[in-house]
Protein backbone atom coordinates (compact mmCIF):
# COMPACT_ATOMS: atom_id res chain seq x y z
CA UNK A 1 0.00 0.00 0.00
CA UNK A 2 1.15 3.08 -1.02
CA UNK A 3 -0.41 5.36 2.10
CA UNK A 4 -2.51 7.77 -0.07
CA UNK A 5 -5.12 5.21 -0.38
CA UNK A 6 -7.92 5.95 2.22
CA UNK A 7 -9.23 3.26 4.67
CA UNK A 8 -10.28 0.00 3.77
CA UNK A 9 -13.00 0.30 6.68
CA UNK A 10 -14.66 2.11 9.11
CA UNK A 11 -16.46 2.25 12.36
CA UNK A 12 -20.05 3.95 12.19
CA UNK A 13 -21.55 3.42 15.17
CA UNK A 14 -19.73 2.83 18.62
CA UNK A 15 -16.34 3.29 19.95
CA UNK A 16 -14.29 0.27 19.86
CA UNK A 17 -11.00 -0.70 21.68
CA UNK A 18 -7.98 -1.14 19.77
CA UNK A 19 -8.31 -4.63 19.96
CA UNK A 20 -11.65 -4.57 18.91
CA UNK A 21 -10.23 -3.24 15.69
CA UNK A 22 -7.58 -5.60 15.61
CA UNK A 23 -9.87 -8.59 15.70
CA UNK A 24 -12.35 -6.84 13.20
CA UNK A 25 -9.43 -6.39 10.67
CA UNK A 26 -8.11 -9.83 11.21
CA UNK A 27 -11.44 -11.20 10.49
CA UNK A 28 -12.23 -8.86 7.03
CA UNK A 29 -8.66 -9.51 5.91
CA UNK A 30 -8.72 -13.67 6.17
CA UNK A 31 -12.34 -13.31 4.66
CA UNK A 32 -10.92 -11.21 1.57
CA UNK A 33 -7.64 -13.82 1.76
CA UNK A 34 -9.75 -16.89 1.42
CA UNK A 35 -12.37 -15.54 -1.49
CA UNK A 36 -11.64 -16.64 -4.86
CA UNK A 37 -10.09 -14.08 -7.13
CA UNK A 38 -12.25 -12.41 -9.85
CA UNK A 39 -11.18 -14.68 -12.80
CA UNK A 40 -11.92 -14.61 -16.80
CA UNK A 41 -14.41 -17.58 -17.47
CA UNK A 42 -12.55 -20.30 -19.06
CA UNK A 43 -15.20 -20.94 -21.99
CA UNK A 44 -15.56 -24.98 -22.78
CA UNK A 45 -14.21 -26.14 -26.14
CA UNK A 46 -15.27 -29.66 -27.53
CA UNK A 47 -12.99 -31.76 -28.51
CA UNK A 48 -15.33 -32.64 -31.32
CA UNK A 49 -14.59 -31.42 -35.12
CA UNK A 50 -17.11 -29.15 -36.41
CA UNK A 51 -16.48 -29.53 -40.13
CA UNK A 52 -19.60 -31.49 -40.15
CA UNK A 53 -21.37 -28.91 -38.69
CA UNK A 54 -21.40 -26.11 -40.34
CA UNK A 55 -23.01 -23.62 -37.90
CA UNK A 56 -19.74 -23.80 -35.59
CA UNK A 57 -17.68 -23.49 -38.37
CA UNK A 58 -16.15 -20.55 -38.56
CA UNK A 59 -15.82 -19.74 -42.30
CA UNK A 60 -17.80 -20.04 -45.08
CA UNK A 61 -17.16 -21.69 -48.71
CA UNK A 62 -17.73 -19.78 -51.83
CA UNK A 63 -20.51 -21.74 -52.58
CA UNK A 64 -22.31 -20.95 -48.57
CA UNK A 65 -24.79 -18.93 -50.73
CA UNK A 66 -26.59 -21.72 -51.86
CA UNK A 67 -27.47 -22.97 -48.85
Given at each position: ?17 PE ?10 EL ?36
Amino acid sequence: MSGTEGPLFRVVRGDPSPEELAAATAVLLELARRAPAAQEPVLARSAAPTWHRPALTTHRTAASWRH
